[in-house]
């Protein structure tokens, strides 16, 4: 079985536990990671979401897509506006981390993605607001999902994530493994020869 595959089916499983509320999806395989996690949504029939970008500007609208490598996929022009992706509506809005809001305690979407989680997983306040509002949130999912790994760790999140599915395509993709690890041994190295 692939790492996609067996990625894959693991969010299947935490979309229809009873228990899971919230989930980390984390590792090197960024556009994998997307792609997976959309299409095991997708795979749920209609669903209705919220895609909440941390600390990002309304670019991080399209560049949700971007890393998904969904090129051709454009997001809805203004925030709060739906948008349909495939069987999924999906909605955008902002969140920022610095201080505690309860914009969206009152709605209860099949799913809420928190994205992406960069800037977040050092400062253990943004950490606790995060978990303060997953556990408000009356949405059945919520995906915290990082992107540019490893040079942002979320080890420091796991332990407000239900569960910890990871991604890094190590055996699907080697070569393009060893060269971001390499990548960043490498600016870790010129960062500390500084």
């Not at 692939?2 to 509320?21: G, M, R």
């Not at 669903?47 to 970008?53: A, F």
């Not at 080890?155 to 960043?184: G, H, Q, S, T």
Request: proline share 3%; aromatic share 10%; with cysteine.
């Amino acid at each position: 079985m692939t790492d996609v595959k067996k990625a894959y089916d693991q969010i299947v499983e935490f979309l229809s536990s009873e228990t899971d509320k919230s989930l980390l999806l984390c590792g090197i395989a960024d556009k994998d990671k997307h792609r997976a996690l959309l299409k095991a949504l997708n795979a749920q029939g209609e669903l209705t979401g919220l895609v909440n970008l941390i600390h990002t500007t309304k670019s991080g609208v399209d560049e949700f897509f971007r890393w998904a490598g969904l090129y051709e996929i454009k997001g809805p022009k203004k925030y709060g506006q739906a948008m349909k992706l495939l069987d999924l509506t999906i909605y955008f809005d902002n969140i920022s981390t610095n201080m505690n809001s309860d914009k969206y305690d009152d709605y209860e979407f099949d799913f809420m993605i928190i994205w992406p989680i960069v800037s977040v997983t050092k400062n253990e306040k943004e950490i606790q607001m995060l978990k303060e509002m997953i556990e408000r949130q009356k949405t059945k999912k919520i995906v915290l999902l990082t992107i540019k790994e490893p040079w942002y760790s979320p080890n420091l999140i796991e332990p407000i994530a239900d569960r910890v599915i990871k991604l890094d395509c190590e055996n699907d993709n080697p070569d393009e493994f060893k060269r971001i690890l390499a990548a960043y041994d490498e600016d870790k190295k010129r960062r500390k020869d500084r």
